[in-house]
């Protein structure tokens, strides 16, 4: 939705292209236009996203200091520490789809 008319616009995926997969509600983005037709999508430098599977944390775990696959509501699958479980917000950098840390409360 445009924040000043208020219009809303329909993307399809393929111009979305990877930036689909960081879209959550709210999240704003910028729109880069040439000729009435979009361009490009400029993204926030990173999002926050709810955990909805990983694998349980085993102890003995930290040691190794590496980290497990963990797949957000998005469908975006990033490595994350072996402390963050289901549920848990994460914070992502959309320029390389790496975890940055835990989402604040």
Do not use: H, N, W
């Not at 979305?16 to 910028?30: N, P």
């Not at 999508?41 to 696959?69: C, H, N, Q, R, Y």
């Amino acid at each position: 939705m445009d924040l000043a008319t208020y219009e809303e616009m329909r993307l399809t995926p393929q111009v979305l292209g990877e930036a689909a997969k960081y879209l959550v509600d709210d999240l704003e983005i910028q729109l880069e236009f040439f000729e009435g037709k979009v361009m490009g999508i400029e993204l926030p430098k990173s999002v926050t996203m709810k955990v909805v599977d990983t694998p349980p944390a085993f102890k003995g775990d930290t040691v190794t200091g590496g980290g497990k696959p963990a797949t957000l509501e998005t469908g975006l699958v990033v490595t994350v520490p072996v402390f963050v479980e289901p549920g848990e917000e994460v914070v992502v950098d959309t320029r390389t789809g790496a975890y940055l840390e835990r989402a604040k409360k």
